[in-house]
């Protein structure tokens, strides 16, 4: 019988094969963080991994293992994203368009999905394509800047699929 790994060394052993799965696939390091126990990921958000800062955020605003908690959500995700963690910029965004913890604001939604967008999240491209596609968030409309973003988000996905 193996003997089983504190929380501590857990944890450590859980950041390794994060930022491995990371360095190859920012898609299977997400999953790999879905994963893991509520208490796992705050251990890996306490010693500063931004990855799992955003994922504990997500829990924290969908009350998935832990009491809802807008305000801790949005605190975890700033830090996060200030790490430039597209996941967190992402969900940022969508924060500021709902209003969700945060004042209902299309202008700062697009700079958050913008910072995401610029490192390749496939959703911020695709709904950076629709607010340029579309002319929204006081954004100019540009059929053709949008279909830039569509083609990334596609390309990106299909990567992924193509890699699993």
Request: aromatic residues 8%; glycine residues 8%.
């Amino acid at each position: 019988m193996k003997p089983a790994l504190g929380p501590l060394c857990a944890a450590s052993v859980l950041t390794a094969a994060i930022s491995t799965a990371w360095a190859g696939d920012a898609i299977e390091a997400t999953l790999a963080l879905k994963r893991l126990s509520v208490r796992e990921i705050k251990a890996l958000a306490d010693s500063g991994d931004a990855k799992a800062e955003a994922e504990l955020a997500a829990r924290y605003g969908l009350g998935a293992g832990l009491p809802k908690d807008y305000a801790r959500a949005i605190e975890l995700l700033r830090h996060a994203a200030s790490k430039n963690e597209p996941d967190a910029q992402y969900y940022l965004g969508t924060a500021f368009t709902n209003g969700t913890g945060v004042p209902k604001d299309n202008m700062q939604a697009a700079l958050w999905y913008e910072l995401a967008a610029g490192q390749r999240h496939p959703g911020a491209e695709y709904v950076m394509a629709d607010l340029i596609g579309n002319g929204k968030a006081g954004i100019s409309p540009s059929p053709n800047a949008a279909v830039y973003y569509l083609w990334d988000s596609a390309a990106d996905r299909k990567s992924t699929r193509l890699n699993s």
